[in-house]
């Protein structure tokens, strides 16, 4: 059976809806999770719900990791963090994959001590799933984008491997045969960009399990003309949040319109099902969080306001990636193309 650790103590709203989620999810998936963090509050939340009696595990850790607090500093200063703790079961073999809705940099960090990295691979990289336009109608109306904040910049190597990774997470998991990948760059051409962006078009061309379909411009972002989209951190996380912003200001928007005038509304009573339609394709509680690409182990990050069900889906994600190797596949491709390049 497939063992997951959850930071327990890790998110906006735990431990309650990290127990709310485990509860859930070891009841709809033969999985076994290991919360970990205090066992006392752990105890207390688990009492509301049905599980099965093997499914569920406290670790105890005496410490936890705020979202205020400075994660490099915390990480060193709380060995018994429930963070730390869960990710040092992942790394010495106890469990098979790591979830938490706790700070990004605490988890990253933690990750990065205890949780080996794939061979070859220099950098980590969040990805996160949104959804597209799906203009041109493909397999799956998300697209990836990866790097959305673990680092602040990153080499055009670094982004050749991030798109090599991404894209053997969406053929494994989300089930996308052959996924386009695209360079996000201020222009089509592979000539546009800094020196760094036109390396790493070159690079990207150059990968054989690659199907590179070159540079993608901001206003194509939501086309969904590319499966997986690679970008620096900094530039990811802007746009993320950008498109997490503009979803919020329609809802409001549509709130507003609403309340406006009649005639409005009678138009939005025969668009519900539509507008129910966008709220699920756009409520990351659906995809339970963000993979952290890069380790031997797979890692999910789940959103600081998880509820018990994005919880719950986010064990499911780590299950799922542990059952179709998605990091052993990460390796061999990462590994095969290193192999090819020092034969030329």
């Keep these: 059976m497939i063992t997951i650790?959850?930071?327990?103590?890790?998110?906006?709203?735990?431990?309650?809806?990290?127990?709310?989620?485990?509860?859930?999810?070891?009841?709809?998936n033969p999985v076994r999770i290991l919360l970990v963090g205090d066992k006392s509050a752990i105890?207390?939340?688990?009492?509301?719900?049905?599980?099965?009696?093997?499914?569920?595990?406290?670790?105890?850790?005496?410490?936890?990791?705020?979202?205020?607090?400075?994660?490099?500093?915390?990480?060193?200063?709380?060995?018994d963090a429930s963070i730390l703790v869960a990710a040092s079961l992942v790394g010495e073999g106890e469990a098979d994959a790591l979830v938490s809705a706790g700070s990004t940099g605490s988890v990253v960090l933690s990750a990065a001590r205890t949780i080996a990295r794939i061979s070859g691979v220099k950098r980590t990289a969040i990805a996160t799933v949104y959804p597209t336009l799906n203009e041109f109608k493909r397999d799956d109306h998300l697209a990836l984008m990866v790097d959305v904040g673990a680092n602040v910049e990153s080499s055009a190597e670094e982004l050749m491997q991030f798109a090599i990774m991404g894209s053997a997470y969406v053929a494994n998991v989300r089930g996308v045969e052959s996924p386009k990948a695209a360079l996000l760059n201020i222009g089509e051409e592979e000539t546009k960009g800094s020196e760094k962006m036109q390396t790493a078009h070159h690079l990207l061309k150059e990968v054989p399990s690659l199907d590179f379909s070159g540079n993608i411009e901001g206003k194509d972002i939501l086309r969904g003309v590319a499966d997986v989209i690679v970008t620096e951190g900094f530039v990811g996380n802007i746009v993320i949040k950008t498109l997490e912003g503009a979803?919020?200001?329609?809802?409001?928007?549509?709130?507003?319109?609403?309340?406006?005038?009649l005639g409005w509304k009678v138009g939005l009573f025969f668009l519900r099902k539509g507008l129910k339609r966008v709220r699920e394709v756009t409520d990351y509680a659906e995809y339970g969080g963000a993979p952290l690409l890069g380790f031997e182990?797979?890692?999910?990050?789940?959103?600081?306001?998880?509820?018990?069900?994005?919880?719950?889906?986010a064990i499911?994600?780590?299950?799922?990636?542990?059952?179709?190797?998605?990091?052993?596949?990460?390796?061999?491709?990462?590994?095969?193309?290193k192999l090819e390049e020092g034969g030329r």
């Design 5 to 28: 650790a959850l930071d327990a103590m890790g998110g906006d709203h735990a431990p309650r809806e990290t127990v709310h989620g485990a509860a859930l999810a070891s009841t709809a």
């Design 43 to 79: 105890e207390e939340e688990l009492e509301r719900h049905d599980y099965p009696a093997d499914g569920i595990e406290i670790v105890h850790a005496s410490e936890t990791i705020s979202m205020e607090d400075s994660p490099k500093k915390a990480v060193e200063s709380k060995p």
């Design 247 to 261: 979803a919020m200001a329609a809802s409001h928007l549509g709130e507003m319109a609403f309340r406006a005038r």
């Design 297 to 313: 182990k797979m890692v999910i990050i789940a959103h600081g306001r998880s509820s018990g069900k994005a919880i719950s889906n």
């Design 316 to 337: 499911k994600l780590a299950g799922k990636s542990v059952r179709d190797g998605v990091c052993e596949t990460m390796a061999h491709q990462i590994g095969e193309f």
